[in-house]
């Protein structure tokens, strides 16, 4: 489920109007219908607030189990998110490929993969995983390259 269909669905379930969801989150209703219609997304804040207010995994909302369309590192917290230039939520980049609107310097799938190799130790502790860097590379640059930032190149 996307994040829109996913307030969406938190607001209904507390049987709330929009200006009622809004209330509780100190936003306009407008906020709360562009993020429900998909034409924005919350802020992290804003994202954490609804989190801890309507007491809902942050990751539900974004989506369990996303993994970023640039590096692929999962986005299992707010704060790994990219962002836009006006502070709203990227859900399908981290905050390393995608800040402020930009993408990252990574150039190309090889540069990418480099870049996550560069905290392989950290994946391999995280994972209870063992890849070395030579496996990681293989797998990286054709996993990375099937991901919506590289497709097109």
Known sequence: ??????????????????DEFAEK?????????RWENGDTTP?????????ETFRVDVCEIIGIGATCQSCSWPLNHPDYL??????????????????????????NVAEMAEKVIEALE??????????TEEE????????????????SQ
């Not at 989150?25 to 219908?33: C, D, F, K, Y």
């Not at 950290?122 to 890849?131: I, V």
């Not at 990681?136 to 497709?151: C, P, V």
């Open 43 to 51: 802020t992290i804040d804003t994202l954490k607030q609804i989190a």
């Open 25 to 33: 989150l100190n936003v306009t209703r407008q906020a709360v219908s």
């Open 82 to 107: 990219g962002f836009h230039a006006d502070g709203a939520i990227n859900p399908e980049y981290c905050g390393h490929c995608y800040r402020e609107g930009k993408f990252s310097a990574e150039k």
């Open 1 to 18: 489920m996307n994040m829109q269909k996913k307030i969406l669905e938190i607001r209904t379930n507390q049987k709330l109007t929009q």
């Open 136 to 151: 990681a590379r293989k797998i990286l640059n054709e996993h990375i390259a099937t991901l919506k930032r590289w497709k």
């Open 122 to 131: 950290y994946f391999n502790q995280s994972n209870n995983s063992n890849y």
